[in-house]
C-alpha cells in the first residue's frame, strides 16, 4: 500500500542507513588520512563553521557560542581554505602535523531530517580522538549539524556547523577535521 504508515518508516529507515553509511565512509578517510578523498564528499559551495563557546550564566544559553559573522569562531571556512589546509598537511612540511596526527572518529545519536528533494539535515553528537607523538592525547566532544545534498554519485556535504562542548580548547593546535 503506497503512502502507508509502514512504507514512510522503511523509507526514513533506508534515509538512515544511508546518512550513516556516509558518515562511516567519511570517518575511516579521515581516520586513514585519505583527505584528497574526504574532500570530494564535500559541496563545492560548502560552509564549514565551528563557533566558539562561551561559559554563560543561568537563563543566558542562548549567547552561548559565538555568532556567525559577527564574533571569532574556530573555523568558518569554504572549500578553498579546506583543500589549502590539505595541500599543507600534504607537503609534510606543516609543523602542527608533524609527525602526523592519529585520530578515531566517532559519532553517535544520528538524527535525520528530509528538508526537500534534495537536502537533508543530519544531527549527530561525535568524539574526535587525536593523538601526536607519545604523549600528546586529545579529545574533542560535541554536536554536529549538516546539510546533506543528494547527487548522483551520493550525499555531498554542502554546510557543517560544529559545536564543541568545551570553552576552552586544551589541545595544542586545531588541525583536525570533524
Keep these: 500500500m503506497v503512502g502507508s ?3 514512510a518508516l522503511i523509507d526514513e529507515l533506508l534515509v538512515r542507513y544511508r546518512v550513516e553509511q556516509f558518515y562511516i565512509q567519511e570517518a575511516e578517510l579521515l581516520d586513514t588520512r585519505q583527505f584528497e578523498a574526504w574532500l570530494d564528499l ?5 560552509r564549514y563553521w565551528m ?3 562561551r561559559n554563560k550564566g543561568h537563563g543566558e544559553w542562548d549567547d552561548e557560542y559565538t555568532r556567525e559573522g559577527t564574533d571569532l569562531n574556530w573555523f568558518d571556512e569554504g572549500k578553498f581554505e579546506l583543500e589549502q589546509r ?14 602526523i596526527s592519529r585520530t ?3 559519532f553517535s545519536n544520528l538524527q535525520v531530517t528530509d528538508d526537500s528533494d534534495d537536502e537533508l539535515t543530519a544531527r549527530c553528537r561525535f568524539i574526535v580522538y587525536r593523538n601526536r607523538t607519545e604523549t600528546e592525547t586529545d579529545f574533542f566532544v560535541g554536536k554536529r549539524q549538516d546539510t546533506l545534498r543528494e547527487t548522483d554519485d551520493g550525499f555531498v556535504v554542502a554546510a557543517r556547523e560544529i559545536y564543541l562542548d568545551q570553552s576552552v580548547l586544551l589541545a595544542k593546535n586545531l588541525t583536525v577535521f570533524f
Design 86 to 99: 590539505v595541500k599543507q598537511i600534504a607537503t609534510g612540511l606543516h609543523w602542527a602535523e608533524e609527525p
Design 104 to 106: 578515531c572518529h566517532m
Design 42 to 46: 564535500l559541496a563545492d559551495d560548502i
Design 5 to 7: 504508515p509502514k512504507n
Design 51 to 53: 563557533p566558539v563557546m
